[in-house]
C-alpha cells in the first residue's frame, strides 16, 4: 500500500508560480513512475507530467517549458514547479504513483489561477 498526499496548492494571479508537493508513505520501495494529473470542471483527468524512478521527465504538450516535474527519492517526494501560469490551468491536480500494475491516487489540491 502506498499513500500520498499533496500539498501546495491555491488561488495565484495568471503569470505566477506554484510548487505541488506530493509526498509518498508506505511500501515508497516498490514505486516506479510518479506524476501529476488535473481535472477540471467539466473535462477529464488529463496526465500534466510524469517523472520514473530514474528521473526521466515526460509533460503534456499544453505545460512543456513552463511546468517542470521532479522527484527526492530519498524523500520519497515528487513536486510539479509551475510557473508562467495560465487560467486554463485551472484544476485539481491530483498525485500519482505506479507500483507494479497497480495505481495510487492523491486526494488532490485545488489550483486557480485568475486575471
Known amino acids: 500500500q502506498v499513500q500520498l498526499v499533496e500539498s501546495g496548492g491555491g488561488l495565484v494571479q495568471a503569470g505566477e508560480s506554484l510548487r505541488l508537493s506530493c509526498r509518498a508513505s508506505?511500501?515508497?520501495?516498490?514505486?516506479?513512475?510518479m506524476g501529476w494529473y488535473r481535472q477540471a470542471p467539466g473535462k477529464q483527468r488529463e496526465l500534466v507530467a510524469a517523472?520514473?524512478?530514474?528521473?526521466?521527465?515526460s509533460y503534456a504538450d499544453s505545460v512543456k517549458g513552463r511546468f517542470t516535474i521532479s522527484r527526492d527519492n530519498a524523500k520519497n517526494t515528487v513536486y510539479l514547479q509551475m510557473n508562467s501560469l495560465k487560467l486554463e490551468d485551472t484544476a485539481v491536480y491530483y498525485c500519482?504513483?505506479?507500483?507494479?500494475?497497480?495505481?495510487?491516487w492523491g486526494q488532490g489540491t485545488q489550483v486557480t489561477v485568475s486575471s
Open positions: 500519482n504513483a505506479g507500483v507494479f500494475v497497480r495505481q495510487y
Open positions: 508506505g511500501s515508497t520501495s516498490s514505486i516506479n513512475a
Open positions: 517523472i520514473t524512478r530514474g528521473g526521466s521527465p
